[in-house]
């Protein structure tokens, strides 16, 4: 098992100070091939990585372990683009949450507009589901036209039967990237048709595409169906890795002459899925070619090790008027993240909370999160929680800490003069 040395790296702030962000602890490992303790690859700078030996010629690219989220390989990864059809991941997913939340359901059937015929159906030009004009179709066989025809007709009935109108649904869509962790992406319809206001990062596919295979895995199923037929029309899945790449079952493909070809897709081997996100391509062939170049890649260099085994207590936090000084903190998962084989590498991880924290603590209250490090990117990050309950402490516990605060606040003041 590798070595490590855990440091503690505690600064005490004052109480006027606590929304501020504190790193409380650091964990430096070197890494040996065999260990079993892992690093994750970067996660935030621009730019492929260096020391990778890899390369691809999409402009836009990353590459992700769906199980812990790690990086593995980035390039511009959140740079701001047109997503094209891509963004219908976007649209689903809101439709996905609709239906779990019971306001939608499968059977429910939603009409063909004229506005959604015209601007998405047949006389378009674009891809469609040939839904005929003022049919009604159930949510479920829209879906499906989404999904596996990239029909614009299909998402355009969806926004109108949810929202009214593709401006509401946008704006909900807008929202509910917020909800689900994506900071940048903006929308300004449900297709991906050209939109000054449709903007995205392949970061950001690639975790909107993670949060569609563990959230929804019965929907999610939909995205590997090869073939659909409607209103007489077969038509086949666009996705060109699922019969070119062995164990990939989803997601989506999109082009616009704006942001050029892109592919977001997931492929399953050995246990191990991987979600790769490509944005920029001039040429549907290479997006095919590229996009299984960085996943054939991935699982051949890499593998899943763990960092931290669930409910391990990975640090401490310090405690301010508490019982104790401090509250221990765990994940109820383990940390897991993914390795280069044969590749001896350093990894760093920090608790990160806002402190000092005030008593009491409940067990299982969240209190931070814990980030790995590989140089100077968050490959990972983590929630972590109480390991167990902190009550508040006596009247003189709490004004010793009351005290020792006010010293350190004087002395930083005075540092700073």
């Known amino acids: 098992m590798a070595g490590f040395a855990l440091v503690f790296s505690t600064i005490p702030r004052t109480l006027r100070a606590l929304p501020r962000v504190l790193a409380v602890a650091a964990l430096s490992v070197l890494m040996a091939a065999p260990a079993p ?211 990939a079952d989803g997601l989506k493909t999109g082009f616009t002459k704006e942001g050029g070809y892109g592919l977001v897709g997931s492929a399953e081997q050995n246990g191990t899925r991987l979600i790769v996100a490509i944005n920029g391509m001039s040429d549907p062939d290479d997006r095919a070619s590229e996009a299984k170049k960085i996943l054939e890649w991935g699982f051949h260099s890499f593998e899943t090790r763990p960092l931290f085994e669930a409910n391990q207590v990975i640090g401490f936090a310090k405690l301010f008027g508490g019982e104790k000084g401090s509250v221990a903190l765990a994940s109820p998962k383990s940390v897991r993240v993914m390795v280069q084989r044969n590749v001896n590498e350093k990894v760093i991880a920090r608790i990160v909370y806002n402190g000092p924290l005030r008593a009491p603590v409940q067990e299982g209250q969240q209190i931070g999160t814990v980030k790995v490090w590989r140089g100077s990117a968050v490959a990972l990050e983590m929630p972590l929680y109480a390991k167990q309950a902190v009550g508040t402490g006596t009247l003189t516990q709490r004004a010793f800490d009351g005290a020792s605060e006010l010293v350190i606040g004087l002395v930083r003041g005075a540092v700073k003069m």
């Not at 891809?127 to 999904?147: K, Q, W, Y």
């Not at 998402?155 to 990237?177: D, H, Q, V």
């Not at 090869?226 to 086949?236: A, C, L, M, V």
Request: charge should be neutral; proline fraction near 5%; charged fraction near 20%.
């Open 37 to 247: 303790l892992a690093l994750a690859a970067n996660n935030s700078v621009q730019g492929a990585k260096k020391d990778e030996g890899f390369h691809t010629d999409a402009p836009y690219a990353i590459l992700i372990d769906a199980d812990s989220g790690s990086v593995l390989y980035e390039k511009a990864a959140d740079q701001l683009a047109a997503p094209s059809s891509m963004m219908k991941l976007m649209t689903v997913e809101t439709v996905f949450n609709e239906i779990a939340a019971g306001r939608v359901k499968l059977t429910d059937q939603f009409p063909i507009s004229e506005n959604a015929w015209r601007r998405g159906g047949a006389p378009s030009g674009g891809s469609t589901m040939f839904a005929a004009i003022h049919s009604r179709v159930p949510v479920e066989d829209l879906l499906r036209g989404a999904i596996i025809h990239s029909g614009n007709d299909s998402c355009i009935a969806l926004a109108e039967g949810i929202a009214g109108n593709e401006r509401a649904f946008a704006e909900m869509l807008t929202k509910r990237a917020r909800e689900i962790g994506l900071a940048q992406a903006t929308f300004g319809n449900s297709n991906g048709l050209p939109d000054p206001r449709n903007l995205m990062s392949v970061r950001e596919l690639a975790t909107l595409a993670r949060h569609i295979v563990r959230t929804y895995p019965e929907f999610y199923k939909m995205f590997g169906e090869r073939e659909f037929t409607w209103n007489k029309i077969r038509q086949f899945n666009r996705n060109p890795l699922l019969t070119t790449m062995p164990g």
